[in-house]
């Protein structure tokens, strides 16, 4: 129940192009939901963060929409850019007394100039 | 912007041997957590700490593991006695306790292999 699937695994889209990753939880006491970027040998650094009582956040070329009935959300990444290519990973905060996060597996874009 | 630092960024190590990774977590945040990630899979959750002791810890984080904040800015992770598959990036993190949401920061890792 603690689990945070992700996928894809591994995704190209060609530059200019849209990047889709999705992820989905079972666990409802989760209450925030970022998305992480790491590039190789980088420690993860935050993209994008959503609290469940809202569908869908934008911050410039990045969306994340939220389902939360479906137990789902998605990254959006429009404009796709070669400088985007690195391991997205989703991840999930516990309702815990230390508030951990649980990650997904990570899914690795490569942008096509 | 204000960032987790961590040392050593790689460390060799015997196996059997004993290793400490240290963090200087950013200055106005209350909690810290080490996580871990074996090359190429997801990152995990090791244990974190709070009030100067430990708050939650996963199932990775055995008796081989322990945690310390000896002082006023460094905050370490401690592994006894090495094995082969604790050869993995190690991730220090922290964020400030607020009543909102508030953000986890990571550090760039250290990168252990036992060998």
């Not at chain 1, 989905?24 to 040998?41: I, K, L, S």
């Not at chain 1, 990045?62 to 990254?75: G, R, W, Y």
């Not at chain 2, 945690?67 to 990036?89: C, H, Q, W, Y």
Request: hydrophobic share 35%; with cysteine; aromatic share 14%.
């Amino acid at each position: 129940q603690q689990q945070v699937k992700q996928s894809p695994q591994s995704l190209i889209v060609q530059k200019g192009g849209i990047s889709i990753i999705n992820c989905a939880y079972e666990n409802t006491a989760f209450d925030y939901f970022p998305w992480y970027q790491q590039f190789p040998g980088k420690g993860p650094a935050l993209l994008i963060a959503i609290r469940p009582d809202v569908s869908e956040k934008k911050e410039g070329r990045f969306t994340i929409s939220f389902n939360k009935s479906a137990k789902q959300f998605s990254l959006h990444i429009m404009d796709s850019q070669p400088g985007d290519s690195a391991t997205y990973f989703c991840a999930a905060r516990g309702a815990g007394s230390a508030r951990q996060l649980t990650f997904g597996s990570g899914t690795q874009l490569t942008v096509l100039p | 912007e204000p960032e987790v630092t961590q040392t050593p960024s790689h460390q060799v190590t015997q196996m059997g041997q004993e290793v400490i990774l240290r963090c200087v977590p950013i200055s106005n945040h209350l909690y810290f957590y080490w996580y871990r990630q074996i090359l190429g899979q997801k990152v995990e959750f090791l244990v974190s700490f709070y009030n100067n002791e430990i708050s939650e810890k996963s199932e990775i984080f055995d008796d081989q593991f322990s945690v310390e904040r000896p002082d006023g800015s460094n905050f370490t992770l401690k592994i006894r006695s090495t094995k082969l598959e604790d050869s993995a990036m190690y991730f220090c993190a922290s964020s400030e306790a607020s009543a909102g949401v508030y953000t986890i920061y990571f550090g760039e890792g250290s990168w252990l292999t036992v060998v």
